[in-house]
């Protein structure tokens, strides 16, 4: 898993490095409201420590948005297996730091792990979930061209799918 860049970001494979940045995102409340509540210390260092294990076993996972002007970290975002089962298609997603909400900075990461996912990873589809009041992902889901996929149970919740196919993808 190598760095990628878009123009305002750069995507590091998220790592311990990235511990503070993290915790200060996943501390937020508001940033975690619909990402299961805000995180402790200990929570994000085991999260961390999942994202490098899963990262070890397939090859990739969770990049560190780092923003490209400051070198500040305004987010993570990443790909990965539904349920965590490589048996399951590939899951995209992404949280930013509140002060870099609607700044395009979402879709913009997004959009690099798709690429990721259809030309590296050789993806032929590409899943997001979200819980179902969070319409900020829906809108970046939506500008990704992903489709509604109904709603399906994943990680012990009834949530949203949304799909993007590679051969959709490769028509836009």
């Given at each position: ?9 750069r995507?590091e ?9 993290m ?20 929570q ?22 780092i ?14 297996h539904?349920g965590?089962d490589?048996a399951?298609p590939?899951?995209?997603g992404w949280r930013?730091?509140?002060a870099?909400w609607g ?18 990873l050789?993806?032929p ?7 179902p009041q969070?319409?900020a ?8 061209g992903?489709?509604?996929?109904g709603?399906q ?10 799909e993007l196919?590679?051969?959709?993808w490769?028509?836009?």
């Amino acid at each position: 898993m190598t760095i990628r860049h878009t123009a305002r970001l750069r995507l590091e494979p998220l790592d311990g490095v990235h511990f503070e940045g993290m915790q200060a995102m996943n501390g937020d409340p508001e940033t975690m409201r619909w990402l299961g509540g805000p995180a402790t210390p200990e929570q994000t260092r085991a999260m961390i420590g999942r994202v490098q294990a899963r990262r070890a076993a397939w090859g990739y996972g969770w990049w560190a948005l780092i923003e490209r002007a400051s070198g500040e970290l305004v987010g993570a975002a990443g790909i990965q297996h539904l349920g965590f089962d490589p048996a399951n298609p590939h899951e995209i997603g992404w949280r930013l730091r509140r002060a870099s909400w609607g700044l395009g900075l979402a879709t913009e990461a997004a959009r690099e792990i798709v690429r990721y996912g259809f030309e590296v990873l050789d993806a032929p589809r590409l899943c997001a979930t979200r819980h179902p009041q969070n319409a900020a992902s829906l809108r970046v889901m939506q500008k990704l061209g992903m489709r509604d996929a109904g709603l399906q149970e994943w990680n012990g919740e009834r949530v949203p799918v949304h799909e993007l196919l590679r051969a959709d993808w490769q028509a836009m």
